[in-house]
């Protein structure tokens, strides 16, 4: 069974600071990844996915992640967070063998002027 | 395109009655997947359909629940009779194919049983 595990509830930074979101995930086959940002009162969006290759996968807003499969890793970073990346951030794997997505419980990212 | 479209957006509804969430999916797409999000649960998935078949309803909570997808363009998902433990968001989410390819959300239905 796949299972995801966001190691933080919540993550206050200031403006303009740098981010890590953490995500660790758990499977034992080869699994697909994911980062989706749910803004308040909306649906969720996708910011970025790993399938293969490069394990440096950049996505929308200037997030990137890095996939760590020694360290059954996929944290989410940015280098500059604005005031409008306040949002709560998800972590999903799937599995090759079809479309079900396991989420996170997500991490609440609070950004302070 | 238009999106993942729901309906309605908010459901205020009493224990006991039925409750009945709609989504269209995004034109073209072949799977179709409904979430619920609670704060205590987080999101779970309780059922996907691919090519309108339902292919995996084990996160469906128990009979109270059903959900259809009597065409490519149209689900809905049931819950009779309602129950204030039901009180979630209720996302339907779309995507084209395989494990691979991004799925759609939509908007959500927010859902209070009292």
């Known amino acids: 069974a796949q299972s995801v595990t966001q190691l933080d509830s919540q993550v206050p930074v200031f403006e303009e600071a740098p981010v890590e979101l953490r995500c660790n995930y758990s499977?034992?086959?080869?699994?697909?990844l994911f980062w989706y940002v749910q803004y308040p009162n909306q649906g969720l969006q996708l910011l970025l996915k790993?399938?293969?290759?490069?394990?440096l996968v950049k996505g929308i807003n200037g997030f990137e992640a890095e996939f760590n499969k020694s360290q059954t890793s996929f944290h989410l970073r940015k280098p500059s967070v604005h005031i409008s990346d306040t949002a709560e951030y998800f972590c999903a794997v799937s599995d090759s063998q079809g479309g079900k997505l396991i989420f996170g419980q997500g991490t609440e990212l609070s950004v302070k002027p | 395109d238009a999106g993942v479209i729901q309906s309605p957006r908010h459901e205020v509804t009493e224990m006991g009655q039925e409750v009945t969430l709609r989504c269209k999916p995004i034109?073209?797409?072949?799977?179709l997947f409904w979430y619920r999000q609670t704060m205590m649960r987080g999101l779970e998935l309780l059922i996907y359909f691919n090519n309108n078949v339902p292919i995996d309803d084990s996160g469906m909570p128990e009979d109270r629940f059903s959900a259809k997808m009597p065409n490519a363009s149209f689900s809905t998902l049931k819950i009779q009779p309602s129950e204030p433990r039901d009180s979630a968001v209720y996302f339907c989410?779309?995507?084209?194919?395989?494990?691979?390819?991004?799925?759609?959300f939509g908007a959500g239905t927010r859902l209070s049983v009292l």
């Open positions: 790993y399938l293969s290759g490069s394990t």
């Open positions: 034109s073209g797409h072949n799977s």
């Open positions: 989410a779309s995507s084209w194919g395989t494990a691979k390819n991004i799925q759609y």
């Open positions: 499977s034992s086959v080869s699994v697909y």
